[in-house]
């Protein structure tokens, strides 16, 4: 005859209370493992196990491919007549791959425009914002009224980025910026945009 008697009843739930606690640290260990996995696999795919120089040449061959996929050399600048050549001056490749800064006046003006004051130029950091009563502002192909127009923005547009070109038109009297588009770069007169 079996005894079911206190004994017996203690022996099961010592073993009911251990099968949770076994299934307790399972499950935690799961959890670990996946954990692991996860971070192993933004590892393999994200990791960052690429040296400075390495990422720096890639991404100036990358950005500076010309449409035919040939690589353009890479300007290296020397430095001003009186300093000493960049290249001895700093070994860091972060700043032997720097952009180079925004010119003010990328192309020589024709007859009848001038340089833009520094209190005209445009800041090529900011974004503008058409500043117009109603009518919608156009693009020129040139820094003139007289210049083709290539479209326009309409009153209250934000997001125009000017290149940071500028010149003053001595017929129109109009100061001209450069905007950079998205097909293609255009020019606005001044005094119908706004920081923004």
């Known amino acids: 005859m079996t005894s079911t008697g206190p004994d017996t009843q203690e022996v099961f739930i010592d073993n009911q209370s251990s099968s949770a606690g076994s299934r307790a640290i399972l499950g935690f260990l799961v959890i670990l493992i996946a954990v692991a996995v996860a971070l192993a696999l933004w ?74 004051s520094a209190g005209t130029s445009p800041d090529p950091t900011r974004t503008y914002k058409v500043d117009t009563d109603s009518a ?7 820094p003139s009224a007289d210049a083709d127009q290539l479209g326009s923005s309409p009153s209250a547009t934000f997001g125009l980025r000017p290149t940071g070109e500028c010149a003053v038109n001595l017929v129109d009297g109009f100061t001209w910026w450069k905007i950079a588009g998205s097909a293609e770069d255009f020019w606005v007169a001044s005094d119908f945009v706004s920081p923004g």
Do not use: M, W, Y
């Open 43 to 116: 590892f393999v795919l994200f990791g960052d196990n690429d040296s400075v120089a390495d990422r720096t040449t890639s991404t100036t061959q990358t950005a500076s491919a010309t449409p035919e996929g040939t690589p353009t050399p890479l300007a290296i600048p020397t430095g001003t007549a009186n300093s000493a050549p960049l290249a001895q001056t700093q070994t860091q490749p972060e700043a032997i791959a720097s952009e180079p800064e925004p010119t003010t006046q990328a192309t020589p003006l024709p007859d009848g425009l001038e340089p833009c």
């Open 136 to 142: 919608a502002l156009k693009h020129r192909a040139g």
